[in-house]
């Protein structure tokens, strides 16, 4: 069946740091991939999304590019703030309004 | 703008309670899911509905309900608690998207907070 693996976490950087948290999948067909953000005590949010290969989806600083020839769909942004302390969730989908989910990955920056 | 409204925020039942998690969405959208949420391993599908009177099991419908009598409406009853649900449940849902496939985002509540003792 499908699934999506994240990088394990949690992910600690310093404020302006380069931030990278690998995200692959296994999918049949075309999923479309999707990364979400979880901020404490708050549900999920989308955070930017692709629907094809070689689509990059980009949104506050941070982008992703779907990659089909080697099933990733790594997140990226080039400075990172103390308010991006949050998880981050990688996401395919199946169609019928449902998701797979990667396990999440804890991103904490410090000052 | 509501979105996706759950209710209760928090709770605390005693092995073999029963309770009702209730989840209500104002944009009109087909497809609703339930989701909890446990450390490391991600978010897993319990049950969604494609549209009212429509339902199916996700990845781990055991000891769970629903029902989708209204577009708006999706609520997840836990017939018998146990230890093992204590987690976190979300609810979310999303349209068909512009070509009906459902790969539309989801739009998410702010989940419920439960506790079996």
């Known amino acids: 069946g499908n699934s999506v693996t994240q990088m394990e976490g949690p992910v600690t950087l310093s404020e302006e740091a380069f931030l990278t948290i690998n995200c692959t999948y296994t999918?049949?067909?075309?999923?479309?991939l999707f990364w979400y953000v979880q901020y404490p005590g708050e549900g999920l949010q989308l955070l930017l999304k692709?629907?094809?290969?070689?689509d990059k989806g980009s949104n506050k600083g941070f982008e992703a590019t779907y990659r089909k020839e080697t099933t990733s769909f790594h997140l990226e942004k080039g400075s990172v703030q103390v308010s991006d302390s949050a998880v981050y969730f990688c996401?395919?989908?199946?169609?019928?309004?449902?998701?797979?989910f990667g396990q999440g990955t804890e991103l904490s920056v410090k000052p | 703008n509501a979105g996706v409204t759950q209710t209760p925020k928090f709770q605390v039942l005693k092995t073999g309670q029963s309770m009702t998690l209730q989840c209500a969405q104002d944009?009109?959208?087909?497809?609703m899911s339930w989701y909890r949420q446990d450390p490391g391993m991600g978010l897993r599908l319990i049950h969604y509905?494609?549209?009212?009177?429509?339902?199916d099991q996700g990845e781990v419908p055991n000891g769970y309900n629903v029902s989708r009598s209204t577009t708006e409406d999706f609520p997840l009853r836990l017939l018998s608690a146990a230890p093992s649900q204590t987690s976190v449940y979300f609810c979310?849902?999303?349209?068909?998207?512009?070509?009906?496939?459902?790969?539309?985002?989801?739009?998410f509540g702010n989940g419920t907070r439960l506790t079996v003792t």
């Open positions: 979310a849902s999303s349209s068909r998207g512009p070509l009906g496939q459902g790969n539309s985002p989801l739009h």
């Open positions: 509905s494609v549209g009212a009177g429509i339902t």
């Open positions: 999918a049949t067909g075309y999923p479309s």
């Open positions: 996401a395919l989908t199946e169609g019928g309004g449902k998701l797979i």
């Open positions: 944009m009109n959208h087909e497809y």
């Open positions: 692709a629907t094809k290969a070689d």
